[in-house]
């Protein structure tokens, strides 16, 4: 066993030890449950604009997108469009690595304001988005959406749009089958399931209404999919517990 070899399985014991360490998993939980009463996703941004995510996860990406090597990466929920930018400058540097060819970046909002509209247009990694407005749950767009994926030879997928369970639901049974073998299909915001209920009064989703639930859902129907727990056990800071699906058949 080289020195590489030798590191690589000192991390995946440490991984393995975390995930069974309730202590450091308590104290995780605690500091979450904090975070998201200060909204703590709201601090960060991306080459210039807003990304309303967890830089532990956002690690996590990167270090799929770079083991997979996905030509496509689509994604619901474009917001101030800071990850799309942020899977487009990945798809950048794979290309530029020699990994891919033409990478591409569709995202699909019900909403696209028109300020954030204008300013993903005037980003640098623009070239490689391409953004659908209209509900990720309408017939139309899944049509629409399953067309423009034709393209991809190897597809991630990540959820990120209306976290109630219907709405998780039906976007995992639309948009799930396109992720590619060995590839993700990362369904965020999980952590609902976990927080407080009164964390959230003035949105339609909750405890037992949330984007967990809608994985816990498609899993008993699909077992294609397998939830990787060792990401999971790598972050404890996420955002997406049981949220990060591999497609294994």
């Known amino acids: 066993m080289n020195e590489i070899e030798k590191f690589e399985k000192m991390r995946k014991e440490l991984i393995i030890k975390n995930g069974k360490d309730d202590n450091l998993k308590d104290i995780t939980k605690k500091w979450i449950n904090t975070a998201n009463k200060s909204e703590y996703s709201y601090?960060?941004?991306w080459l210039g604009r807003p990304i309303i995510q967890y830089p532990q996860d956002m690690i996590a990406m990167q270090e799929i997108?770079?083991?997979?090597k996905p030509d496509l990466i689509i994604e619901t929920g474009i917001a101030h469009g800071g990850s799309l930018i942020f899977t487009a400058s990945m798809l950048t540097l794979l290309e530029a690595c020699g990994e891919i060819e033409n990478g591409q970046v569709l995202g699909i909002d019900i909403d696209i304001r028109e300020h954030n509209k204008k300013a993903i247009e005037a980003h640098p990694m623009s070239k490689r988005i391409t953004m659908f407005e209209g509900s990720s749950i309408s017939d139309v767009m899944i049509e629409k959406v399953h067309d423009f994926a034709k393209q991809g030879k190897k597809v991630m997928v990540i959820l990120d749009s209306n976290h109630t369970h219907d709405h998780v639901l039906a976007e995992l049974k639309a948009y799930?089958?396109?992720t590619s073998k060995d590839s993700y299909c990362i369904v965020f915001d999980t952590v609902v399931e976990d927080l407080p209920e009164d964390l959230y009064p003035d949105r339609p989703w909750g405890k037992g209404n949330n984007p967990k639930t809608a994985v816990?859902?498609?899993?008993?129907e699909n077992d294609n999919f397998e939830i990787d727990k060792d990401i999971e056990n790598k972050l404890l800071i996420t955002v997406a517990p049981d949220g990060y699906l591999k497609r294994i058949s």
């Open 43 to 45: 601090n960060f941004s």
């Open 216 to 220: 816990w859902e498609f899993l008993k």
């Open 65 to 68: 997108i770079w083991d997979i």
């Open 176 to 178: 799930a089958p396109l």
